[in-house]
């Protein structure tokens, strides 16, 4: 009866498995073999062994796209990290209005990010709302999309903007989680509101911190739409992440070889630093 059963689950689970191995595994394993290609729209498709993998690695381009994108999730993922747990902690506890908050700070998550991006070019801009506001502690009111050191800041603001909502709402699930025995004992031993989060609160989030960890550096190493939509690379490639260097490759020069091995150095690079986040945030989970 039990393998009957497990016959029939599998049979009503195959169509979605078929799709899924068809368009996620798919296309990812005939992205690995076209980078070992000079495959490019207008023919090719000879295997070239590791010639893109060579090419790339002495690609300047490809070395300074990196340092961008490293950069850039330096600032990303902790600022989005520290954003939502500050705000977990701010709205774990039912009050008046806090399910109103909490929408409002999950709102940018399913809002349009190039809708958001092209808002926040505006807010950038030179004499914008953020030009002034910093202006008034004695900041120059230029744009910051046109500095070469103050544009992947301003990408990152974006960047935290459209993801602290999604890293709250994990975190908000698992404090409640948390038995109220534990703080309201440590009160009683006299804990502060800082131990308490320290010794109690923190250890308790560790496994939901790791998930976010990867899913926001996968997301951040990822970066694309804002940049696109705010700065196209610029000002002298300050702000030309490693997909804006696979976009240039695969939709500008139509060299999807050389592409699609740029993919699978930042997939190998993604996959890297989820290994080393493991280590030492998951290691005890």
């Known amino acids: 009866m039990t393998r009957r059963e497990a016959r029939a689950g599998l049979l009503f689970v195959l169509p979605c498995f078929l799709l899924f191995v068809a368009f996620r595994f798919g296309p990812g394993i005939a992205g690995v073999l076209m980078s070992f290609t000079d495959y490019t729209l207008t023919g090719g498709g000879r295997f070239t062994g590791l010639d893109n993998f060579t090419r790339l ?31 977990a902690l701010l709205t774990r506890r039912a009050f008046r209005g806090s399910k109103i908050f909490r929408s409002i700070f999950f709102l940018p998550v399913v809002t349009s990010l190039v809708l958001a991006a092209t808002v926040f070019v505006w807010i950038f801009s030179t004499g914008g709302p953020w030009a002034t506001v910093v202006s008034w502690f004695g900041m120059s009111d230029d744009s910051w999309l046109t500095d070469d050191f103050l544009v992947l800041p301003a990408l990152a603001v974006v960047g935290i903007w459209s993801r602290f909502g999604y890293g709250m709402l994990i975190l908000l ?56 939509t705010m700065t196209g690379g610029g000002p002298a490639n300050a702000s030309y992440t490693l997909v804006f260097q696979l976009y240039d490759a695969g939709f500008k020069y139509f060299e999807l070889g050389y592409a699609a091995a740029i993919g699978v150095a930042l997939f190998a690079l993604t996959l890297v630093v989820a290994v080393v986040q493991r280590l030492v945030i998951g290691k005890d989970q």
């Open 173 to 228: 699930a698992r404090m409640q989680d948390i038995p109220r025995e534990l703080e309201e004992a440590a009160v009683t031993d006299g804990a502060g509101p800082w131990q308490r989060f320290r010794h109690i609160v923190l250890p308790q989030l560790k496994p939901a911190v790791f998930f976010l960890a990867v899913i926001e550096t996968t997301a951040s190493f990822q970066v694309f739409d804002a940049v696109y």
């Open 57 to 87: 690695w002495d690609d300047p381009v490809f070395w300074q796209a990196l340092k961008v994108t490293a950069i850039y999730v330096v600032i990303a993922v902790p600022g989005t990290l520290v954003l939502s747990t500050g705000l």
